[in-house]
């Protein structure tokens, strides 16, 4: 393969994600112009949020973070950490959505969850390993 420059700048288009074709300056109702890819639904229906440069899955989480931080801003708790991992027996995983560190030295584990969500047998079975295992009781909020 011989590599030129017209190689070389066709390749870092590419890799930068933008496309610059004959295309791309046609108005979006031309035939041939290149429209952007719909958003694919999540399949509970949630949307990502952002929240002080901290990115959510959706919108309840993002609601439940605010309400923590305002109960760290009043003093109830220490602290308030996000997506904290545990490792449960046969190498299952499990990710909280929030871990809080109480005044008195103790910590919660907190998990937004959906009435549907709630039903999903993976985090059910999770939930009993947290606390048949490491006697951690999820809080859902």
Same mark, same amino acid.
């Given at each position: !393969?011989?590599?030129?420059?017209?190689?070389?700048?066709?390749?870092? &288009? &590419?890799?930068? $994600?933008? /496309? %610059?074709?004959?295309?791309?300056?046609?108005? @979006?109702?031309?035939?041939?112009?290149?429209?952007?890819?719909?958003?694919?639904?999540?399949?509970? $229906?949630?949307? /990502?949020?952002?929240?002080?440069?901290?990115?959510?899955?959706?919108?309840?989480?993002?609601?439940?973070? @605010?309400?923590?931080?305002?109960? &760290? !801003?009043?003093?109830?708790?220490?602290?308030?950490? %996000?997506?904290?991992?545990?490792?449960?027996?046969? $190498?299952?995983?499990?990710?909280?959505?929030?871990?809080?560190?109480?005044?008195?030295?103790?910590? $919660?584990?907190?998990?937004? /969850?959906?009435?549907?969500?709630?039903?999903?047998?993976?985090? &059910?079975? /999770?939930?009993?390993?947290?606390?048949?295992?490491?006697?951690? @009781?999820?809080?859902?909020?």
């Amino acid at each position: !393969m011989v590599f030129t420059e017209e190689w070389l700048a066709e390749y870092q &288009r &590419r890799r930068s $994600g933008t /496309k %610059t074709t004959a295309t791309d300056a046609l108005p @979006e109702n031309t035939p041939g112009a290149i429209l952007p890819k719909k958003q694919k639904r999540s399949k509970y $229906g949630n949307q /990502k949020t952002c929240i002080n440069g901290i990115p959510f899955d959706s919108k309840h989480e993002a609601q439940c973070y @605010e309400t923590l931080e305002l109960r &760290r !801003m009043a003093g109830e708790i220490q602290a308030v950490l %996000t997506q904290v991992a545990f490792l449960l027996p046969g $190498g299952v995983k499990y990710i909280a959505d929030f871990v809080t560190l109480n005044t008195d030295g103790t910590y $919660g584990v907190l998990d937004a /969850k959906s009435p549907a969500t709630r039903k999903d047998k993976v985090y &059910r079975l /999770k939930k009993r390993l947290m606390k048949n295992c490491l006697g951690i @009781e999820i809080e859902e909020v």
